[in-house]
């Protein structure tokens, strides 16, 4: 960690003796002060050492917050003040309030602007308008486009410990007690080594056998091969584990020592393939990233690769890649329905020893990106609330490690969890390239690590990153259009089934929602409780007032009394509009199917509790039968008599008393293999046997 700073402290130390026979320019360290929990720093006491020997005055603002104390600073030669205006370079961690903001600055800081985010948009004008000089952090990278300065290592220990923390939680909610346990979150250690020995006495609980048996093998799942995945698998380390490559995660998933723990990390080639032919080429991804799509959790293209697929196999998936918006995601809201589909029922299972209720348990999201890489992670989690749980079927996340669902932990400051650790590692790589950031405004003789870095200069932006007003315009544009494109909804009623609706159709603010009552005082609550919601208060007998409303609306959903249907429905297909009711389709409604077709529409009745539920509750029953295999069910009958296990012939009568066999030695002896076979090959013999047939194959399996 410390050889890129001994190198380049060398070379400041042969230049410190010319250096000394005048004061050079002021440096200043800000507080930090986003959040509470920000103590970390841009430079610990010794860089500052470094640096006051060369001859530069370092400034750093008073925090009792900060995590290494300000006396620390003292000793190594720092200034302490409040008024850091005379400084020429100003340094922190996080963006600093717009209001101190001082004019005519070089400033260094993680800007987050380089996306055109949305909420650091103020920022950056504010920075535009005081011809502030911004070196942005995330934009420090050499030739091969690494990132030099970074707190990805620590992000990736601190989402460690966290994660481990958050599943002995989940695991309790779901009946367990677990060695998980015993382990808190990142903060609550001094530093990372005593994390380290709280993991490595949960691994040693592992590792005599005290996991429950019915949660089954743990499979930790590393995505990306950068800083953070790597601090992250520095941690995991201390557990009892053994890696193991992707193909292999789902043969351990099933019959894997519970006395260790088993993880995999995934590379970009491991799972991104190309739409048109399933095939991945590195070169082409980096210029053409839209061409390709990821089979974390599906086929893929290839019909013979389909096995490498890794979400379904996953316990707890670390997320450390970088995302952009036009790069394919890990996961969408559609693959977290499927990975929460229930287990089959084990035979072992019991009321007191549950099985988990599906096997993806956790995601520590260190990327952080909202909408990202995991589409259903819509909003960070805090150090404060570090979890939530998402649930997939109502796409609803609830602060809650009990319920159904993911449990979901996507900290963005997850390093300032281990400040002083953070804050001595950062500096070291921050410090070689101190001294040409220091230079006066005026100043361009940057190197090419600084230079690029630059994303304002003398009151605009620099040449590299032009395209953000572009990313602004057009997010702009974007917004405009969907504000056009919102989908207007009438409810006509404002009764008990009212609200539910309501509150389901505000979670897309895509929906705007006209709530029609006689009901004044209903209404206004409503009104006031939700967003996107406008009151109208009428009767449903004013004729005209009716047919206005309908006309101006994408859908009409009727809660009133089924006596009223027949009428809205009229409307509805007067104005050629949808039409949804809870009520039973009575002989009325059924005369108006010829003119609604001629219409256009639809509309649908009996989608309430009684009659509506007990329709959908079948249907689901049908969707998860087909999910676990009833569907192909033809198919796998076909792959087995293909494979010997079953006899065609008519048989007069079963016997269901002979020894069990295990699939693994039965399929050996059938095929003519050794049981030690490994099991690639063992499913390559299969494939061969049913002629790669893919549906035979799953059913199989």
């Known amino acids: 960690m410390l050889r890129a700073f001994k190198h380049t402290g060398d070379r400041f130390e042969r230049h410190l003796s010319r250096w000394q026979h005048y004061h050079k320019s002021v440096l200043a360290i800000r507080r930090e002060d986003v959040n509470a929990w920000e103590r970390r720093a841009p430079l610990a006491p010794r860089h500052v050492k470094m640096l006051t020997n060369l001859g530069y005055k370092v400034l750093v603002q008073p925090s009792n917050r900060r995590a290494i104390h300000e006396k620390d600073y003292i000793k190594a030669g720092g200034i302490i003040q409040e008024d850091i205006s005379q400084a020429c370079l100003i340094v922190g961690v996080k963006r600093p309030p717009e209001d101190k903001l001082i004019p005519n600055k070089n400033y260094a ?336 003789n940057y190197s090419p690590v600084v230079r690029d870095a630059v994303i304002t200069s003398n009151g605009s932006l620099t040449d590299k990153y032009k395209y953000i007003q ?51 005082t209903q209404l206004e609550q409503l009104s006031k409780k939700y967003n996107n919601v406008v009151p109208i208060v009428m009767n449903i007998t004013e004729d005209e007032r009716l047919s206005s409303l309908v006309k101006k609306h994408n859908l009409v959903i009727s809660l009133l009394p089924y006596s009223f249907h027949p009428l809205v429905a009229k409307k509805c297909i007067d104005s050629r509009v949808n039409l949804v009711t809870a009520s039973y389709l009575t002989p009325e409604m059924k005369e108006l199917q010829k003119s609604a077709e001629a219409a256009g529409i639809a509309i649908i009745s009996e989608v309430g509790l009684d009659p509506g539920l007990d329709h959908m509750l079948a249907m689901e029953c049908i969707d998860k039968a087909k999910e676990v295999g009833a569907e192909g069910y033809c198919k796998a009958i076909e792959g087995f008599v293909k494979l010997g296990l079953i006899n065609p012939e008519p048989c007069p009568m079963l016997n269901a008393t002979t020894p069990p066999v295990k699939w693994k030695e039965l399929m050996c002896k059938l095929l003519g293999l050794q049981p030690s076979v490994k099991y690639d090959e063992l499913q390559q013999a299969v494939c061969k046997q049913l002629n790669e047939n893919k549906k035979q194959l799953e059913a199989v399996e």
């Open 109 to 444: 800081f993680f800007s987050h602007t380089i996306k055109a985010q949305e909420a650091n948009m103020s920022l950056l004008d504010e920075i535009l308008s005081k011809n502030i000089r911004l070196i942005d952090y995330e934009k420090m990278v050499d030739h091969r486009g690494v990132r030099v300065v970074a707190f990805g290592k620590w992000a990736g220990v601190a989402g460690m410990i966290n994660i481990l923390h958050g599943m002995g939680l989940r695991f309790l909610a779901l009946g367990h007690h677990t060695p998980f346990m015993h382990i808190g979150m990142a903060h609550n250690y001094r530093n990372s080594s005593q994390a380290v020995q709280a993991v490595r006495d949960a691994g040693y609980e592992i590792s005599l056998g005290l996991m429950p048996k019915s949660i089954g093998p743990l499979t930790f799942v590393f995505t990306g091969t950068g800083n953070v995945s790597k601090g992250a698998q520095e941690m995991f380390n201390a557990l009892p584990c053994e890696f193991v490559e992707p193909h292999e995660l789902k043969e351990v998933s099933r019959t894997g020592d519970l006395r260790k723990v088993y993880g995999t990390v995934l590379s970009r080639h491991q799972h991104l393939v190309r739409k048109t032919d399933g095939v991945y080429d590195p070169v082409e991804y980096d210029k053409h990233p839209e061409l390709y799509t990821s089979r974390f959790n599906n086929d893929g293209i290839s019909k013979i690769q389909f096995h490498l697929q890794i979400a379904p196999y996953a316990t707890c998936v670390i997320n450390g890649i970088y995302w952009e918006q036009n790069t394919p995601r890990l996961l969408s809201r559609q693959d977290a329905q499927k990975l929460l589909t229930p287990l089959q029922p084990s035979p072992a299972a019991t009321e007191g020893c549950p099985e988990l209720p599906h096997k993806l348990v956790a995601i520590c999201d260190i990327s952080a990106d909202t909408e990202g890489s995991i589409e259903f992670m819509t909003e960070c989690t805090t150090i404060d609330s570090p979890f939530c749980m998402y649930d997939a079927d109502q796409h609803i996340i609830h602060d809650s490690v009990e319920g159904l669902g993911i449990l979901m932990c996507s900290i963005d400051n997850l390093p300032a969890q281990l400040p002083i650790e953070s804050t001595e590692c950062f500096g070291d790589m921050l410090f070689p390239y101190i001294e040409e950031m220091v230079k006066p405004l005026e100043s361009q």
């Open 470 to 520: 572009k990313l602004r315009e057009n997010r702009e544009y974007m917004q405009s259009l969907t504000m056009d494109k919102k989908k207007k909804v009438l409810i006509l009623g404002s009764g008990y089934v009212s609200e539910p609706v309501i509150e389901y159709l505000t979670r897309d603010p895509n929906v705007e929602i006209t709530a029609a009552s006689f009901m004044k």
